[in-house]
């Protein structure tokens, strides 16, 4: 069966400081891709991004870096140098097909508040 | 603009009368299906569609109802609510097999 487990459910700090979010699946599948969405205090989902599981290349955007290890089967997100528009829930969802249908799985969220 | 319209966004209705919530996209995807997001539970997955008249269940069917006569609309339908429907709704919308999905702006759902 597919899961994504976010252990924190809340985390809080200080504006400037650098946050890790931990995202860990499980799949016995091969193929599959692994994603991190944004929901800021206004709801909506906000794409970040997606990697395939034979990609393990770490990723950086901006001051967004995400990390993907198989061996451990992590994802996680770092957020370098936080600031106020960060706070928000943020999911990893994890995707794999199930007899040839999409199945999107996400963890249970972790709510990252970045106070000034 | 390519979008996933959800309406209505926010929404209160009593136990046992029939609502339908509506989704529309523009992006001529093929792949759709509804969330409903609880604290501490994430998203979870209530019904999808794999493309017109092709649609199955999810991780929580019970109490719901879809439907897919037109590719672009994906309505869900709670034949006879309770409180227990109470949640956050989201649909969301994909070109299929692993492609990432487009979401909705969600429909804030309260069953009295």
């Known amino acids: 069966a597919q899961k994504v487990t976010q252990a924190q459910t809340e985390i809080s700090v200080v504006e400037k400081e650098d946050v890790t979010l931990d995202c860990v699946y499980e799949?016995?599948?091969?193929?599959?891709?692994l994603f991190w969405y944004k929901q800021p205090p206004s709801g909506e989902l906000v794409f970040l991004i997606r990697?395939?599981?034979?990609?393990?290349q770490n990723e950086i955007s901006g001051r967004y870096s995400w990390n993907f290890q198989k061996s451990t089967s992590s994802f996680n997100f770092t957020i370098t140098a936080s600031q106020v528009v960060d706070s928000a829930v943020y999911f990893c969802?994890?995707?794999?097909?199930?007899?040839?249908?999409?199945?999107?799985?996400f963890g249970q969220g972790t709510r990252l508040t970045i106070n000034p | 603009e390519a979008q996933v319209t959800q309406n209505p966004r926010y929404l209160i209705t009593v136990t046992g009368k029939k609502l339908t919530v509506t989704c529309s996209q523009n992006m001529n995807h093929e792949y759709m299906s509804w969330y409903r997001q609880d604290p501490g539970l994430g998203l979870r997955q209530i019904y999808y569609?794999?493309?017109?008249?092709?649609?199955d269940k999810g991780d929580v069917p019970e109490g719901y109802k879809v439907s897919r006569k037109e590719k672009r609309n994906f309505p869900l339908i709670l034949e006879s609510p309770s409180p227990n429907q109470t949640s956050l709704y989201f649909c969301?919308?994909?070109?299929?097999?692993?492609?990432?999905?487009?979401f909705g702006s969600g429909t804030q759902l309260s069953v009295l």
């Open positions: 799949t016995r599948d091969t193929t599959y891709y």
């Open positions: 969301a919308s994909g070109r299929g097999g692993l492609e990432k999905l487009f």
């Open positions: 969802a994890l995707s794999t097909l199930i007899q040839g249908a999409q199945k999107l799985v």
């Open positions: 990697r395939n599981s034979f990609d393990e």
């Open positions: 569609s794999m493309n017109v008249e092709v649609t």
